[in-house]
């Protein structure tokens, strides 16, 4: 039973175009948490983007910039390496939905307004990942084949 939940989890028929899709997502992810979790490439830290987190009601905002920098960093090294992307694809999906509704719906679809038009096109990759899986190209992959 164990041994099935992890097939499905780790098995894929993407080929190697699920690649092309990891890499630069995972990439723009893992900098985004790197922002939140560190404050690294201009970041706030988490002290900066707790506060921030709480001023918009989500509470306590330490503890959710803690969960949103986390999925996103470690999620996005994940997707990078294609490593249990389907759980991290999952983890950043939720992550981006909630960016999305409680930051910029109001603010329409345009990034130029803060809009939600980024999130949407990330939360779009992330659910893509979620149903193809890794690919190939992927340590997913391999750990199917040790679990075969």
Known sequence: MATSIVQKILTSNAGVAALALR???GIIFAAHGA???FGWFGGYGLEGTGGWMDSIGLSPGIVMAFLAGAAEFFGGIALV????TRPAALALSIAMVVAIVAVHLP???FMSNNGYE?????LAAS???LFSGAGKASLDNLLAKRFN
């Open 35 to 37: 922002q939140k979790l």
């Open 107 to 109: 603010n329409g679809l």
């Open 23 to 25: 890499v630069p997502v």
């Open 81 to 84: 390496l294609g490593l249990l």
């Open 127 to 129: 659910v893509s990942l």
């Open 118 to 122: 980024f999130g949407l096109a990330l």
